[in-house]
């Protein structure tokens, strides 16, 4: 089928998405995602991205235009509607993105993945702030939930509720990795670092983890 395709992302599920509610302009789009809390999982901090979207889903046939606004006061607006194979894509999408997980590559694994290039005690003063910053979100999540929990069901605050899980794991994994830098069992140098390359190249055996 041709949906299977067309390269799928968040911005364009949500953009899909609020077309099943009836057609709009970009810039109305925008302002119901912030609306409905959900530039919490969906950037829409770059306008130029979401009509770079809009055009990509234009141009594969899942979008339409129905007509274009003018208003003195407002730029020419050009307002989009959902195509009957925009529907039956957007469900495709929605149905394996739900049942399979993808892999995806955020910044903090990749990061985690060059610790070598910082010494432990640096590494242990980033972590520490990001402990400060992970806490923070935690709380501003936790009140949001709180709030809107009195009044909206829990089917539209799903996806904060699974942010917070995720928020949660990942202060308590930070926690216990900021606590083995600053014991002293999770640590690294140079010549230990040097000693392990030796051993990649020469197929022996692993020094000590942490030897300085």
Request: net charge negative.
């Amino acid at each position: 089928m041709k949906h299977r395709s067309i390269r799928r992302s968040p911005l364009a599920l949500a953009l899909l998405g609020l077309l099943f509610e009836g057609p709009m302009h970009p810039y109305r789009m925008q302002q119901r995602i912030k609306e409905y809390g959900k530039d919490q999982v969906v950037n829409v901090r770059d306008r130029a991205s979401i009509y770079q979207t809009i055009e990509r889903l234009l141009r594969d046939g899942l979008i339409e235009v129905t007509q274009t606004a003018r208003d003195e006061r407002w730029p020419e607006r050009t307002v989009y509607q959902l195509t009957e194979e925009g529907r039956e894509t957007t469900l495709v999408w929605l149905r394996e993105m739900l049942s399979t997980p993808a892999r995806e590559f955020p910044e903090f694994p990749a990061a985690l993945a060059y610790l070598p290039l910082l010494t432990p005690a640096e590494t242990l003063q980033l972590l520490e702030a990001r402990l400060v910053k992970l806490e923070g979100e935690l709380a501003r999540t936790e009140a949001m939930l709180t709030g809107a929990g009195r009044t909206l069901p829990r089917l539209f605050l799903i996806e904060e509720e699974y942010r917070l899980a995720v928020l949660r794991a990942e202060l308590e994994w930070v926690r216990s990795v900021a606590e083995d830098l600053r014991s002293g069992c999770f640590t690294w140098s140079e010549e230990w670092l040097r000693e392990v390359a030796s051993s990649l190249e020469t197929g022996g055996s692993f020094p000590k983890e942490g030897n300085t």
